[in-house]
């Protein structure tokens, strides 16, 4: 069983990770409307990825015979500026998120629940390599100087 307090902090983690979603996808369909195919699929990934991290703690928290509450989701930006922009506010999103699981994870110390510590440890793990990956993105549309994003669009396509 998970401590009411650590039930809390899934449910709401796993608000969050679906907001995440919403908020990836919302950059999908703005890339795509901006002739961005390969951006908007990079995004799509990215709101897949972050709701199948909503299944999988919706699943731990099923395992450990607790009850999971999907809260009402807020309505995510639909309005974004330039590439740079959008991918500065995913880098922004992503720390955040490294926050917020830090927080769980720091919910599951303070319960000394091991289980839940080593389950959430993933993540942890998951979002350094999120934040890097956005970091170099940002990195690279800086470095291009607002050039050849048609490029970039095509490698950032290439993800499966």
Same mark, same amino acid.
């Given at each position: 069983?998970?401590?009411?307090?650590? @039930?809390?902090?899934?449910?709401?983690?796993?608000?969050?990770?679906? =907001?995440? *979603?919403? !908020?990836?996808?919302?950059?999908? +369909? /703005?890339?795509?409307?901006?002739?961005?195919?390969?951006?908007?699929?990079?995004?799509?990934?990215?709101?897949?990825?972050?709701?199948?991290?909503?299944?999988?703690?919706?699943?731990?928290?099923?395992?450990?015979?607790?009850? @999971?509450?999907?809260?009402?989701?807020?309505?995510?930006?639909?309005? =974004?500026? *330039?590439? !740079?922009?959008?991918?500065?506010? +995913? /880098?922004?999103?992503?720390?955040?998120?490294?926050?917020?699981?830090?927080?769980?994870?720091?919910?599951?110390?303070?319960?000394?629940?091991?289980?839940?510590?080593?389950?959430?440890?993933?993540?942890?793990?998951?979002?350094?390599?999120?934040?890097?990956?956005?970091?170099?993105?940002?990195?690279?549309?800086?470095?291009?100087?607002?050039?050849?994003?048609?490029?970039?669009?095509?490698?950032?396509?290439?993800?499966?």
């Amino acid at each position: 069983m998970l401590s009411e307090n650590l @039930v809390k902090a899934f449910n709401a983690q796993i608000n969050a990770e679906m =907001w995440s *979603s919403n !908020l990836y996808l919302s950059m999908s +369909v /703005y890339f795509a409307q901006n002739g961005y195919d390969g951006m908007a699929s990079w995004m799509r990934a990215q709101s897949k990825e972050e709701l199948d991290h909503a299944y999988e703690m919706i699943d731990f928290v099923i395992k450990r015979n607790e009850n @999971v509450e999907i809260g009402q989701i807020n309505v995510v930006p639909t309005a =974004w500026g *330039s590439v !740079l922009e959008v991918f500065e506010h +995913v /880098y922004q999103h992503e720390c955040h998120v490294s926050k917020l699981i830090d927080d769980l994870l720091d919910v599951a110390i303070k319960e000394n629940d091991k289980a839940a510590q080593n389950f959430i440890n993933k993540f942890v793990n998951e979002q350094v390599e999120e934040e890097a990956t956005a970091q170099t993105i940002v990195d690279r549309i800086k470095m291009m100087n607002g050039h050849n994003l048609i490029y970039l669009d095509d490698k950032l396509g290439e993800r499966k």
